[in-house]
């Protein structure tokens, strides 16, 4: 049999598999999934304390009466929200903890996809005067060998392509977009809780610059405080999983291998990234699995990137890394993961990392923002009139069936390829990840397909599900050929095990039903509501 046709198997069974998987998943699942998640919040709600009811006794902020939408947080999902409700003529008071420029190791890359929702949003000038660089692809380096990875940008403009850059640069170029706009309220206070009245948010309780605490009204309030949020227990049944941390350092004028990639090494025990984020800076991520990781102030940190990490860099770059390790300016955060798990609130609604969140190994958090925004203007267009705060709220739950395409693939792929691409000393993983490594550097739609979901230019969740059982098929037909042993049929059917429990509970926590089945929620067809007058 020709390998072609061994490729061709592997599609049919990845695919029989795959539909037979989320028929079964579906029948067992979805209504005790629905049935757990209202009782869990429900007991976790009832004893939080981050909501309180609204009375008339407090002082107001003095333009409160006017605005349309509170949007608390104004990282890139609410620097952009505000500029983008604001520009369709909604007055919208934003209020952030610290209005000065962010400076975190994360929140770089900003994939095609993402880059193709700013523009959409009016956004793309943002990436503009901060230094940024454009990003075509990825270059994947194991054992030595190495490969690249193309975004397929033929059929797009010229100037969409990925983007790299400061954190901090960027965000300080959305808040003044943002804020740019008359009808937007820009202030810095710490939001503490949210106001409720007969079960409805009402809008904030919140502390000014300095120290004055106020209250402020709207009809719609969101928030977006991001990955640390206290009001998310408010709002939904988090569910924070830290699987990983990063360990941050920025090489200087260094030349990476690709120019203009991304470089993903398949290290022990877990990935390595670097990206450039300026001209002459390149970020570099060190993932490090667990909790826990080596202090930076004993020096146990820079022995364990200057003897683990190192040697599996590739040379090229290997001087610059461990000039960056002597430099000393290490830093560390730890990696969210958390599936969106959000009960319906009259008056609020959650957005960015305070509502979901990714393994940052491929960069997907902005686009998924960027997306839902984009979503969430759409659907909030047709409505002049936010007051009706239950029939808003039963019309937005469609927001969280619409989003998931683009989320679902995103938040899948990213969960999926970070335990595929670390190290176990398993067989079956060994296998697994150098037949993801080997299906990638077959090339064509092996490479372009997986690069397409990545990259959010290609949010098609059945697509994903079947390249993952590809690889897994792919590994399978290397161990059998050209004679198969007991070891290694037990091996490969540990490998399409061990498949099917890595992919198969992450789709679990993204909702079977949302993702591959939205026409059977009642929200989908879910029309505005038609004011009377």
């Not at 810095?188 to 106001?195: E, H, K, P």
Request: glycine share 8%; proline share 7%; charged share 20%.
């Amino acid at each position: 049999m020709k390998m072609a046709d061994h490729y061709l198997l592997g599609w049919i069974l990845a695919s029989v598999l795959g539909l037979f998987a989320f028929y079964y998943m579906v029948y067992l699942v979805v209504r005790r999934e629905e049935e757990n998640n209202r009782r869990a919040f429900s007991e976790q709600r009832s004893d939080s304390v981050k909501t309180i009811p609204a009375t008339n006794g407090e002082r107001r902020s003095d333009d409160d009466c006017h605005v349309d939408v509170i949007i608390v947080g104004a990282g890139v999902a609410g620097s952009a929200l505000a500029h983008t409700l604001g520009k369709d003529g909604r007055r919208v008071h934003v209020i952030e903890r610290d209005l000065t420029e962010p400076d975190r190791i994360v929140g770089e890359l900003l994939q095609p996809g993402g880059y193709l929702k700013l523009i959409e949003l009016g956004l793309e000038d943002c990436v503009e005067e901060i230094d940024a660089q454009r990003v075509f692809g990825y270059a994947l380096f194991k054992d030595g060998k190495h490969t690249q990875l193309a975004y397929p940008l033929e059929k797009f403009h010229s100037d969409v392509a990925g983007r790299s850059f400061h954190n901090g640069r960027f965000i300080q170029r959305m808040r003044e977009k943002a804020a740019s706009l008359p009808n937007v309220q820009l202030e810095q206070g710490t939001v503490t809780s949210l106001l409720e009245e007969k079960g409805t948010i009402k809008g904030v309780l919140y502390k000014t610059k300095t120290g004055e605490e106020l209250t402020a009204y709207a009809p719609l309030t969101i928030v977006c405080d991001g990955c640390f949020s206290n009001l998310r227990r408010s709002l939904c049944n988090p569910k924070v999983d830290v699987p990983s941390c990063f360990v941050g350092l920025v090489l200087e004028n260094c030349q990476l291998p690709y120019a203009n990639h991304g470089h993903v090494i398949l290290a022990d025990p877990s990935p390595i990234l670097f990206y450039p984020i300026s001209t002459t800076e390149v970020r570099c991520l060190v993932d490090v699995p667990g909790q826990k990781v080596p202090s930076i102030s004993s020096g146990e940190m820079a022995n364990y990137l200057k003897n683990v990490v190192a040697p599996q860099v590739p040379p090229e770059i290997y001087s610059s890394f461990v000039a960056a390790v002597d430099r000393g300016n290490i830093r560390t955060m730890p990696n969210r993961s958390m599936p969106a798990s959000p009960y319906p609130t009259p008056g609020a609604l959650l957005m960015g990392d305070a509502f979901n969140m990714r393994h940052p190994l491929t960069g997907g958090g902005m686009t998924v923002a960027l997306s839902d925004i984009v979503v969430l203007r759409d659907l909030l267009k047709p409505l002049r009139d936010l007051h009706d705060a239950p029939t808003l709220c039963r019309y937005l739950e469609s927001f969280y069936t619409l989003r998931k395409p683009v989320a679902s693939t995103i938040n899948t792929l990213a969960g999926a390829l970070y335990k595929v691409f670390s190290a176990s000393p398993d067989e079956a993983r060994k296998e697994m990840r150098q037949a993801c490594f080997d299906y990638l550097s077959l090339g064509g739609i092996f490479s372009t397909g997986p690069v397409s979901l990545l990259s959010g230019l290609n949010p098609r969740p059945l697509t994903l599900v079947l390249h993952f059982f590809a690889v897994a098929i792919y590994g399978v037909g290397r161990l059998l050929l050209p004679f198969p042993s007991p070891q290694r049929i037990w091996i490969g059917a540990r490998l399409v095990s061990g498949a099917s429990g890595i992919i198969f509970p992450i789709i679990k926590a993204e909702g079977v039903r949302q993702v591959f089945f939205p026409a059977t929620v009642p929200a989908y067809y879910r029309a505005p509501p038609i004011k009377h007058n």
